[in-house]
């Protein structure tokens, strides 16, 4: 259990109070951008059911929860909107994930969140919006059906095949990315005007956002866009090539200077006819790309992937091998800048996740905290908010909070 004055003082955010009620990824990761920068971070989750983050071996819960307080309940119930309620008087920023329009429907919109704290921040997140047709508000959405009607999944995948959605999940993290920034946006402005906002974050509308310039060029150009796999449809060298040793480089001969250096590797003249100075790319399907492309398959193939990173990188040409976890841990650069840290669970034992970023030189983040329980500060929370012990054993005899230990449905290694 922790009081809020047991959490320390750090980060950016030290002061703030954020509460969110969110599953999955969008939520839980904007979540734990608040409660790394030093936010006291309290976690809603359902007294009937458990997070689906704890499934498994429970690390996006591990992961997305450390730093964070947890009280468990059921909000729809009659005394589990005054209890929530309560606390919205003493929040900052509310983040939910839900079908569009749920808390409207227990009678929790935003503008009787506001009777209780004018300057209360509301972010939604879910898969279609709060308005708009109703037939699409309340359908239920994870991150590949976003990408499906948000025209991205029809990027990804090969030339002539199906497509495939893109992983892992990157609407769900780039829409609880976009919560975080608007959350703090309105917020500042909360804070100068002492009113609230309210967010509407649709995934298949972030999606959309973070497409480069595909859409556009379509809507404006009839512009479209290819599946390209893993190498560009209009640029040669730019893409996935396979080395000796089984295992591959990701290559980007782009820009003249990158053409200047690497060409000559390739037994290529650089300034030549073919590959005149004033070139900056070189284009699929002409006799200078089908050429460099010969030459580039054939200088992979005869050296390992370290060994045609070394050339390259010697060179300055942009080139990495095709990283796994495995390489990634013995990595000297990932050891250097500490991308893996060590935690402690709550139940202490030793756990290892990925370290806090981006990093901070004046206000750092840290780790005060593993992922807590359901339900493990439900008696510090609500007492924080004036309840006596007596209304805090009645919520639980009539299941308005619970407390249950963490159980994954995987044991740790």
Known sequence: MAKRSDIPEFGLLSGVKVVHCTTSIAGPLAASLFAEAGADVIMLENAKTPCMSRNRFGG?????????????????SPEGKKVFLKLMEQTDIFLEASKGGQYDK???????LWEHNPRLVI?????????GVEEY????????????????MQLNGFPGQPPIPAMPQPVDHLCGVFA???????????EKTGKGESIDIAQYEIAMRCQNSFPVDFINHNDIPKREGNHSAICCGYGLYPCKDGKSVYVMILGGGSLKRALPLLGLEFGSELYPADSSMIYPN????????ER???????????????????????????????????????????????WKKVDGKKFIGVNIFPKLKNYPGQIWRGAPTVGMDNEDILAELGLTNSEIEELYRDRVIVQRDFKPGMKDK
């Open 60 to 76: 996006p819960c591990q992961q997305n929860a450390k730093n964070q307080r947890n009280l468990s309940l059921d909000i729809p």
């Open 106 to 112: 227990w009678g929790l919109s935003d503008e009787v």
């Open 123 to 131: 972010v939604h997140i879910s898969g279609f919006g709060q308005t």
């Open 137 to 152: 508000v309340r359908r239920g959405s994870y991150d590949t059906i976003a990408q499906a009607f948000g025209c991205y």
């Open 180 to 190: 975080y920034g608007s959350g703090l946006a309105a917020l500042r402005k909360a």
């Open 286 to 293: 002409t006799p200078a790309g089908d050429l460099f492309e």
């Open 296 to 342: 580039l398959t054939h200088f992979c193939l005869q050296k390992s992937a370290k060994e045609v990173e070394e050339v390259f990188l010697a060179h300055d040409v942009p080139c990495s091998m095709v990283m796994e976890y495995d390489d990634a841990l013995n990595n000297p650069h990932y050891k250097a800048r500490e991308v893996f840290k060590e």
